[in-house]
């Protein structure tokens, strides 16, 4: 029978989310503990023997006792075999006296299916009489030049039969971004060489394999289970595993998230483009995206009108909706004949320069050129 795993990391509990006003911090903070939440009822509907937190299951090493209690509750709704928690960097086992840890350990205090590993030595459990050895890597501090996980390879060749799983957080080279060196970085053939049937992975916030589902891989990187800001580009992540001797031998994409960031970058030139803009934005699902709209081009007077109106219809339907818009003003007829002498200059070339078809912008960039020279 193989060994079932749920495996997930940077939940971050306790990000403040600052930069939204209060009542949508909140909504984005509810997301967070809701989305740990269905993924220990994701791991019980599936039977998964091992609950995984690969890192950064808190954003911070000091966060509320409350925060700590409302996550440990959840932590305890698994009803496998262990529930495996290793710090990550921005929740790094500095020592006993860590905050958060001191007071995580209090909370699971008494829970023996709770496994908080803060030292890097292997933890071996039983599984329909098959033996399963962990060994996790946690992070000593919040950077690190040095990869944590030097000691496995040796220490998975001593641990004899069963199935060997290493747990480790920290940056991969040719999947996130570490130019300075600063996040454990870890060396794909290093990983792979370490005498382990896969390793569990946190840090980089997008899921690796990068295919929803599949047979084998040397190591998966979780991404986190709900999407946190504009640069998350997927609907939140983790990862269900079936582990059997020496090999991963099927892995499925989970999606806990219920939250969607979504950027808008797009030019507009025309009435059309705006309706085509509102009809995209209208067939999101509003309640819970955060909209960021940076529109570019030139517009008519009424067409931005038609525009602002748009947004402003959208706006009360969306989570959050912003607008970093950059529309230029595009001369239109009636525009030429309000600002324009009939029958002068000007006037005489806008007019032909608006029924160039082949070049759209021409008018404008002459009005603008026109409006420039007039300055006084």
């Not at 030139?269 to 570019?296: H, K, N, P, Y």
């Given at each position: 029978?193989?060994?079932?795993?749920?495996?997930?990391?940077d939940?971050?509990?306790g990000?403040p989310?600052?930069r939204?006003?209060?009542?949508?911090?909140?909504h984005?903070?509810?997301e967070?503990?809701a989305?740990?939440?269905r993924l220990?009822?994701?791991?019980?509907?599936?039977?998964?023997?091992f609950?995984?937190?690969?890192?950064?299951?808190?954003d911070?090493?000091?966060?509320k006792a409350?925060?700590?209690d409302?996550?440990s509750?959840?932590?305890?709704?698994?009803?496998?075999?262990?529930?495996?928690v290793?710090?990550?960097n921005?929740?790094?086992?500095?020592?006993?006296e860590?905050?958060?840890w001191?007071r995580?350990?209090?909370a699971?205090?008494g829970d023996?299916h709770?496994?908080?590993?803060?030292e890097?030595?292997?933890?071996?459990y039983h599984?329909d009489g098959?033996a399963?050895?962990?060994?996790?890597?946690?992070?000593?501090?919040?950077?690190g030049?040095?990869?944590t996980?030097?000691?496995?390879?040796?220490?998975a060749?001593?641990?004899?039969e069963?199935?060997?799983i290493?747990?480790?957080?920290?940056n991969?080279?040719?999947l996130?971004?570490?130019?300075?060196?600063?996040y454990?970085n870890?060396e794909?053939e290093?990983?792979e060489?370490a005498?382990?049937?896969?390793?569990?992975?946190?840090h980089?916030?997008?899921p690796?394999?990068t295919?929803?589902?599949g047979e084998?891989?040397?190591?998966?990187?979780?991404?986190?289970?709900?999407?946190?800001?504009?640069r998350c580009r997927?609907?939140?992540?983790a990862w269900?595993?079936e582990?059997?001797?020496?090999?991963?031998?099927?892995?499925?994409?989970?999606?806990?998230g219920?939250?969607?960031?979504?950027?808008?970058?797009?030019?507009?030139v025309?009435?059309?483009d705006?309706a085509?803009?509102?009809?995209?934005?209208?067939a999101f699902?509003?309640?819970?995206t955060?909209?960021?709209?940076?529109?570019s081009?030139?517009?008519?007077a009424?067409?931005?009108a038609?525009?602002?109106?748009g947004?402003?219809?959208?706006?009360?339907?969306?989570?959050?909706?912003?607008?970093?818009?950059?529309i230029?003003?595009?001369?239109?007829?009636?525009?030429?004949?309000?600002?324009?002498?009939?029958?002068g200059?000007?006037?005489r070339?806008?007019?032909?320069?608006?029924e160039?078809a082949?070049?759209p912008?021409a008018?404008?960039?002459?009005?603008?050129?026109?409006?420039?020279?007039a300055?006084?």
């Amino acid at each position: 029978m193989p060994v079932r795993i749920v495996h997930t990391a940077d939940t971050h509990i306790g990000l403040p989310f600052r930069r939204y006003p209060a009542d949508v911090a909140r909504h984005l903070v509810e997301e967070r503990y809701a989305a740990l939440g269905r993924l220990v009822e994701a791991a019980n509907e599936r039977a998964a023997h091992f609950f995984v937190v690969a890192g950064d299951l808190f954003d911070t090493t000091r966060v509320k006792a409350a925060d700590i209690d409302r996550t440990s509750a959840l932590l305890r709704g698994f009803a496998g075999t262990a529930v495996i928690v290793v710090p990550g960097n921005h929740d790094h086992f500095a020592g006993p006296e860590t905050d958060v840890w001191k007071r995580f350990g209090k909370a699971i205090e008494g829970d023996a299916h709770i496994d908080l590993l803060v030292e890097p030595a292997a933890r071996s459990y039983h599984v329909d009489g098959q033996a399963v050895h962990f060994f996790p890597c946690p992070c000593p501090s919040k950077t690190g030049r040095e990869s944590t996980i030097g000691w496995v390879a040796e220490a998975a060749c001593e641990r004899g039969e069963g199935v060997r799983i290493g747990i480790a957080h920290g940056n991969v080279t040719g999947l996130g971004l570490d130019a300075e060196g600063q996040y454990f970085n870890m060396e794909p053939e290093a990983l792979e060489s370490a005498g382990v049937a896969t390793w569990l992975l946190g840090h980089i916030h997008v899921p690796f394999p990068t295919t929803g589902s599949g047979e084998r891989s040397p190591y998966f990187m979780a991404g986190t289970p709900t999407p946190d800001s504009l640069r998350c580009r997927h609907a939140g992540s983790a990862w269900w595993i079936e582990c059997d001797g020496d090999r991963v031998t099927r892995y499925e994409r989970l999606s806990p998230g219920r939250m969607t960031f979504t950027r808008l970058d797009q030019e507009l030139v025309s009435a059309d483009d705006v309706a085509a803009l509102v009809r995209r934005c209208e067939a999101f699902d509003a309640g819970s995206t955060i909209l960021d709209l940076q529109l570019s081009g030139r517009l008519s007077a009424a067409e931005k009108a038609e525009l602002g109106a748009g947004i402003d219809r959208l706006r009360p339907r969306f989570l959050s909706l912003t607008d970093e818009s950059d529309i230029h003003d595009r001369i239109d007829a009636a525009q030429i004949e309000a600002r324009y002498r009939s029958g002068g200059l000007a006037h005489r070339l806008l007019t032909s320069l608006l029924e160039d078809a082949e070049h759209p912008d021409a008018a404008t960039l002459a009005h603008q050129l026109i409006e420039k020279v007039a300055q006084p």
